[in-house]
């Protein structure tokens, strides 16, 4: 389908983050005529999306290359070689799971750490640039739909009307009729920043109930803290961070029941429960957005159709990362033990002698080839 297309949908798209970005990208690469992306006006004080380090590993890389954005990003970021599990208080190394080369020749993408705000401007000029417009942000107060289009009301009144319209952001999922997210008072998420060590690396310092991803993104270190609200860093091992650590609820929820109601599209933190152990907020995003492209792209003039397909494809998907997610915050908050020793140790035997092995444990979500599957 061409962008003159007669037929080709009209596509707006709520949200103008990187999954809000990436799916106007993907569109307007699939040729679907005109893509207005509405970013929605701040309602946290933009503290509830702070600047933090963004981990893309191969299912998100190969789409950003299939969409010809991976080389843009390729100065501003880092490519890690190696991520290590490690103790907090001494510092052992638990695990070394290789993840640059040896990783990317096994999934035919890399992993690339970069920052959000870095990673939004570079995305923001290649949309100007290919000419998706933006409309000025609004308060959005209610979202329709019907049979020919859906449409939505800024609280000042106005309203616009698409024949496909793209949800992005979880604040939306009220206004959709979705569950929204909810809070964990007991945790929090903690964001940070320290220099810049001589080294190419994620590091995983696991401590009790609490574990802190700290990784290069090119200009400097990363933080990223799970766990008890009251929690002090001040005795572990890890790098020291520079200031103070940025503080939000720890979200908790499940994906939406229906990803495409009418001709309305989720994607991203309106699909998907949230990933905050599994670090693939962005990721998961960048994959609905490439297939949610090509489905619309492949039914033509059937948006509906194409929009149900979507659905049938990628809620399994959003279930099976929220299932692996509840595993792995459980995992998280065992209490120290014997079986929580054993499965350290076996994890860091396989990482050093079977790496191949120990990298297949992860196939199911980094092996995930959206552009292979929907091409």
């Known amino acids: 389908m061409t962008g003159t297309d007669d037929r080709a949908p009209r596509i707006g798209v709520l949200g103008a983050g990187v999954a809000g970005l990436v799916a106007a990208l993907a569109c307007d690469f699939a040729g679907l005529g005109t893509v207005t992306v509405h970013p929605l006006a701040e309602t946290g004080g933009g503290s509830l999306n702070p600047n933090r380090g963004i981990e893309l590993r191969a299912n998100a ?12 990003l390729s100065g501003q970021g880092h490519y890690p070689q190696f991520a290590y599990r490690r103790a907090h208080g001494s510092g052992f190394l638990i695990a070394q799971l290789p993840i640059g080369q040896l990783a990317e020749a096994r999934y035919g993408a890399p992993a690339w750490l970069i920052e959000r705000d870095v990673l939004l401007a570079e995305l923001e000029d290649i949309a100007g640039a290919r000419g998706i417009r933006t409309a000025p942000p609004a308060r959005i107060a209610r979202i329709d739909s019907d049979g020919d289009c859906a449409s939505i009301t800024a609280a000042d009144g106005a ?3 698409y024949g496909v319209l793209i949800a992005t952001e979880p604040e939306l999922r009220p206004l959709l009729g979705i569950e929204p997210y909810a809070t ?3 945790e929090t998420l903690r964001y940070g920043w320290g220099s810049e060590p001589d080294a190419s690396s994620i590091t995983h310092w696991l401590g009790e109930l609490t ?6 993104t090119g200009l400097r270190l990363a933080f990223e803290a799970r766990g008890p609200r009251d929690h002090s860093f001040d005795a572990w091992r890890s790098p020291p961070i ?3 650590f940025v503080s939000l609820p720890y979200p908790v929820g499940q994906p939406a029941p229906d990803w495409a109601p009418g001709r309305i599209a ?7 429960a949230p990933l905050p152990e599994l670090r693939q907020d962005v990721g998961a995003a960048i994959e609905d957005a490439w297939v949610l492209a090509r489905l619309l792209d492949q039914w033509e003039d059937e948006s509906v159709s194409a929009l149900r397909e979507y659905h049938h494809y990628r809620a399994p998907r959003g279930r099976q990362l929220a299932t692996y997610e509840a595993r792995a915050r459980t995992a998280r908050r065992v209490a120290p033990g014997s079986a929580q020793l054993k499965a350290r140790l076996a994890a860091g035997a396989m990482s050093r002698f079977l790496p191949e092995m120990a990298l297949s444990g992860e196939d199911w979500l980094y092996g995930y080839d959206a552009v292979k599957g929907f091409a």
């Open 61 to 72: 890389t190969r789409v950003l290359r299939a969409l010809g954005l991976l080389d843009a």
């Open 159 to 161: 309203t616009r009307s």
């Open 184 to 186: 964990d008072a007991s």
């Open 211 to 216: 574990a802190l991803t700290v990784h290069s």
């Open 242 to 244: 520079e200031g103070a």
């Open 266 to 272: 989720l994607l991203g933190g309106a699909a998907h």
